[in-house]
Nanobody, 121 residues
Framework: QGQLVESGGGLVQAGGSLTLSCAAS????????MGWYRQAPGGPREMVAT???????KYADSVKGRFTISGDTAKKMVYLQMNSLKPEDTAVYYC???????????????WGQGTQVTVSS
């Protein structure tokens, strides 16, 4: 339903940088946490980074020191700054939010449509 919209993916050489953005629609009311997950071809969807509504962050070990999550759940925006990209970072990146909506007062997980990140060697 387009409740989360990502942008910023693309093709970059190894060692380069990209910034992903995610905006939540007006149907999303209260956000407990927002984050980024990724899924490589043939692989499972895995957590990359998350940020809670009190500011705490978590990172996958594989991206610590290279990726930074930022944004403000109150403003319904989250970003992922990706530096020192590696070919193994190639995947579809999905924005995620644990949130209530205009249609449901219960916190549920919502996903964006995904944005492709390709890192060439």
């Amino acid at each position: 339903q387009g409740q989360l919209v990502e942008s910023g993916g693309g093709l970059v050489q190894a060692g380069g940088s990209l910034t992903l953005s995610c905006a939540a629609s007006r149907t999303i009311l209260s956000i407990n946490s927002m984050g980024w997950y990724r899924q490589a071809p043939g692989g499972p969807r895995e957590m990359v980074a998350t940020k809670s509504n009190v500011g705490s962050t978590k990172y996958a070990d594989s991206v610590k020191g290279r990726f930074t999550i930022s944004g403000d759940t109150a403003k319904k925006m989250v970003y992922l700054q990706m530096n020192s990209l590696k070919p193994e970072d190639t995947a579809v990146y999905y924005c995620n939010a644990l949130a209530t909506t205009t249609e449901s007062p219960y916190y549920s997980a919502y996903w964006g449509q995904g944005t492709q990140v390709t890192v060439s060697s």
